[in-house]
């Protein structure tokens, strides 16, 4: 990528549009445009510039012409690492202490960033900006997450003045649950005409600075570009992925190693640097089949095209600045919100963690680039994506809080410093005040008349042209579902707890308990990966790491702490902030948006007045799919009602596999009342789904026990469509939209009686997936 003759390339075209001599009427033109790029679950090795196999030219276009920092860190899950990025505070003062899905009455966990806590948005724009967010937003909590809202933690609540994206942790790259400013849309095109939702972001993200700068030419901008990629499902087309095409047949401790060995000829890790061993709950490649390593080495060349396409897509969007004759003029930040993840647990997954290692091998090809692939990587190629470090997202060792920060800002970092290293200890809440610091801006006391809280980041501003600079703070607490550590003055410790989900807790070697878990001391200055533990003989050091920790955790909301899973249990959800369960009867008309409404899982009665032309009928009546907690089988998991050729059918897909039960006989034409009414399976008996037609029964068919969901899915809200569908079938009969041909005069949902919440351990459990 060029550099500094980039303004003298542009095409003529662009001179009097985008004139760089004219003065803007608020002043505001000599200000540095801003863009920050967060990719999701990208460890700290995975960029071709911190010693990747993976092609990321972009990202290391912009390394080799601006600095590299390689002591930045974040929170180790995606809602708190946004909530620091975007409000420079600790994501606990912010009551983002972990994910937007769960909101607990304590301070800490309420999900909710308050209005104390300004967002360099809102700042950016009261100073002049325009502010743009594009992508995955994630800050969100789960019941404001509707057409109703409330908006005031959407993006247009808390600062930007323009969205597209999705809200939720994750999103389909095909058929992506997409939002344009305060409402919902349908994605611009179809799989089958060649959609990607990251090229579709770039899109976005180009169009609306294009029109920003020629209604307003020279007027500062933010850009917040979050790509969904590379957090599963790892779908992209398959031509990306077959330049990698048995380029990792050689195993993840072949990968890590070679890895390792290319981060200290770039020198992104110092010389000394050891490289950790290989924990025993990730397997050794060469005791593994021959049919395992296929299928393993198939999923990293399918999560390697994923990123190369990401890069190629944030390319467009440079190269587009570039044509502008503003990338130079634009300050450019790249970082990922934690380190790699190991969600696909120790065999990855296809569509579920619970599918066999043969149904994935017989369905190897589908992999990424099919419509029935959800897929994950194994968590040995996390581990590798994090090299040197230990463990991944969601722990606070190096390996899930220690990730790649790229800094990219030609007019202002000198030219004898481009492609240089920096060293300082950093943090995600150090990036607002740098931004802030940059533009101007000062931090005010108050923001519609409500006071500020503390800013805990400072300024990297001075680091970009002074090698030696001073790190801007020397102490940051870490907590994450349990996890925790303590930085300080090159020290850190850090626990050895195992957070509470099903696999960790069977595989993964540690403290399952505050009560008995322990803590290791390493000299940062000079171990860089964590690799020496000096905890027995420094006990002293330990201790007063310790004390610190307790003192860090007191000023920033960390207490009352508990283990997530035990948490749920301590602490009731905030009021008002649970999932929209409570209304038994919904009434809905045909034409309109999604509909959130209770989950479908607890059982239903559904009532609706259609007129049929003829006895030909086709088309959605009504379909509801779960929202926000679905999980791996979120593509396939809810219940329609429709028509093919005049017969009536009800469809369930809660297992990953279709249960229908349709009419025998073609409805004829005319005015009918129709009645479905399920009764979920439970344990080991079976569900049942009954048709009842102008008053008559006219088919009922037993669901299968094995048809059933987690309990606690039962508790979580959902969205319904009248008179079309949406994203991937439920079954084989029909491709959504699928309209229906004929009218619906109403539908009425009622649910049963409201039964007492579960425990959410399950819950929980599913909600960490969607980081």
Known sequence: MENSSAQSRKPAVFDTIFDKSAQSPDGTLNRPNIVMIVLDDLGFGDFGCHGSGIATPNIDALADHGLR?????????????????????????????????????????????????????????????????????????????????????????????????????????????????????????????????????????????????????????????????????????????????????????TYRHDIFERQLKLGVIPPTTMLTERPSWVAQWEGLPAGERRLYARMMEVYAGFLTHADAQIGRVLDFLRTLGVLDDTLVMV?????????????????????????????????????????????????????????????????????????????????????????????????????????????????????QQRVDGRSLRATFNAPK????????????????????????????????????????????????????????????????????????????????????????????????????????????????????????????GRVDTPSFLAGFRLTAEVELASDRAAGIVAAQRNRVLGGPRLPRSGWACYFVEGRMTVAFNLDGSAHTSTTDEPIAAGRHDIEITYTPCRGTSQGTVAIILDGREVSAQPLPSEAQAPPSWQHVPATLLVGRDHGFPLCEDYQPPFPFTDHIHRITFELPKSESPPQLHEQITTALKHD
């Open 69 to 253: 920092y390689n002591s930045f860190h974040v929170t180790a899950v995606c809602s708190a690492t946004r909530a620091c990025l975007l409000t420079g505070r600790n994501h606990h003062a912010v009551g983002m202490g972990a994910l937007a899905h769960l909101s607990f009455r304590f301070p800490g966990y309420t999900a909710r960033i308050p209005k104390s806590a300004g967002t360099v948005a809102r700042l950016l724009c009261d100073a002049g900006y325009n502010t743009f967010a594009v992508g995955k937003w994630h800050l969100t909590p789960t019941a404001e997450i509707g057409p109703a809202g409330p908006f005031d933690r959407w993006p247009l609540g808390l600062g930007f003045e323009r969205h597209y994206g999705f809200l939720d942790g994750m999103t389909d790259q095909w058929m992506p649950d997409l939002v344009r400013d305060n409402g919902f849309i349908e994605p611009p095109a179809s799989p089958d005409e060649g959609y990607h939702l990251t090229e579709d972001l770039a899109s976005q993200a180009i169009r609306l600075v294009q029109d920003q700068q020629q209604a307003m030419p020279g007027k500062p901008f933010f850009l917040y570009l979050a790509t969904g990629a590379p957090h599963w499902p790892h779908q992209v087309p398959a031509s990306w992925a077959q330049p990698y095409r048995n380029q990792f047949d050689a195993g993840w401790e």
């Open 335 to 451: 970082v990922s919100d934690n380190g790699a993840s190991a969600d696909g647990g120790p065999h990855g997954m296809l569509s579920s963690p619970d599918d066999e290692i043969a149904t994935m091998l017989s369905r190897i090809d589908e992999l990424g680039g099919t419509r029935s692939a959800y897929n994950h990587y194994a968590w040995g190629w996390a581990w590798a994506g994090n090299t040197p470090f230990k463990l991944w997202k969601e722990y606070t060792w190096l390996g899930g809080v220690r990730v790649p920060l790229i800094v990219h800002w030609p007019t202002a970092i000198a030219n004898e410093n481009h492609g240089q290293v920096r060293d300082q200890f950093c943090h995600a809440i150090d990036l607002m005040p740098t931004i802030l610091d940059a533009a101007g801006v000062e931090l005010p006391e108050s923001v519609d008349g409500v006071a």
């Open 469 to 592: 600079a001073p790190s801007p703070r020397s102490t940051q607490y870490f907590e994450m579902l349990g996890s925790r550590a303590i930085y300080h003055d090159g020290w850190k410790a850090t626990t050895n707890h195992v957070i509470g989900s099903a696999v960790d807790r069977q595989l993964i070697e540690g403290s399952h308990s505050f009560d008995t878990d322990s803590w290791s001391l390493y000299s940062l200055i000079d171990d860089f990966s964590e690799a020496n533990d000096l905890a027995s003989a420094r006990p002293d050091q330990l201790r007063t790491m310790i004390e610190q920790w307790w003192f860090e955790a007191g000023r920033n909301q960390v207490l009352l702490m508990e283990d997530p899973y035990r948490r749920a249990d301590a602490m009731e959800p905030v009021p008002g902030m649970e999932p929209p369960v409570s209304a038994p009867r919904r009434e809905a008309l045909p034409g309109g």
